[in-house]
């Protein structure tokens, strides 16, 4: 069985504060697939980042950054310098390569405020 | 019409009718998926196809019934639906599920069973 976990249900920041969401994942698979999507008020799921398990670099792109650390467990996102428009819901997921099954986290609710 | 597209964006349906969601990808992938996201529950994948071959399939109610007559189209059939199946319908494509390319969501039918 498969697990993720984003303990953070909700998160509100003032603009141009950093903000990280945390994520915590279970899997018994030694090959998968770590994704971040944002689902901002119109519904539609957008893909930012992937991450394979045999790659730990970190990656930054623009005010985004993701922090994979496999002895935790852990595909942490930071963003930097926050915006009103960063306000969405953010989903970590797991995606399992054997069997195509891709595990979604509860999503953290984040809002920017102005 | 570019990426992921689903049609009808809003359904509502009496618990004895039969409707059918539809879901056309525009990206040349090989891999199609149904999920759905009720309110305060994490995204449960429902069916997975790739090259038109059901993969997955986790323990859905028949009263769910997914249909991919080619790799740019997948259908999601209803009938005698429950109150409990409201919910936001989501579609999403990939290029196949070995690679676990991103995969690209739709905006979603949101359907309402009264």
């Known amino acids: 069985a498969q697990k993720v976990t984003q303990a953070q249900t909700e998160i509100s920041v003032v603009e141009k504060e950093d903000v990280t969401l945390d994520c915590v994942y279970e899997t018994r698979d030694t090959t998968y697939y770590l994704f971040w999507y944002k689902q901002p008020p119109s519904g539609e799921l957008v893909f930012l980042i992937r991450?394979?398990?045999?790659?730990?670099q970190n990656e930054i792109s623009g005010r985004y950054s993701w922090n994979f650390q496999k002895s935790t467990s852990s595909f942490n996102f930071t963003i930097t310098a926050s915006q009103v428009v960063d306000s969405a819901v953010y989903f970590c997921?797991?995606?399992?390569?054997?069997?195509?099954?891709?595990?979604f986290g509860d999503g953290t609710t984040l809002t920017v405020k102005p | 019409e570019t990426g992921v597209t689903q049609t009808p964006r809003h359904l509502v349906m009496g618990m004895t009718n039969k409707k059918s969601l539809k879901c056309e990808q525009h990206?040349?992938?090989?891999?199609m998926y149904w999920y759905k996201q009720s309110a305060k529950k994490p995204l449960e994948l429902m069916f997975v196809?790739?090259?038109?071959?059901?993969?997955e399939n986790n323990s859905v109610p028949s009263r769910f019934s997914p249909e991919c007559p080619n790799s740019s189209h997948l259908f999601l059939h209803l009938h005698t639906l429950q109150p409990e199946d409201s919910a936001l319908y989501l579609c999403a494509s990939s290029q196949d599920i070995i690679l676990a390319g991103e995969q690209y969501f739709g905006p979603g039918t949101r359907l309402t069973v009264t």
């Open positions: 196809y790739s090259l038109e071959e059901r993969v």
């Open positions: 997921a797991l995606f399992n390569t054997n069997a195509g099954k891709s595990t």
């Open positions: 991450r394979n398990s045999f790659d730990e």
């Open positions: 990206l040349g992938h090989n891999a």
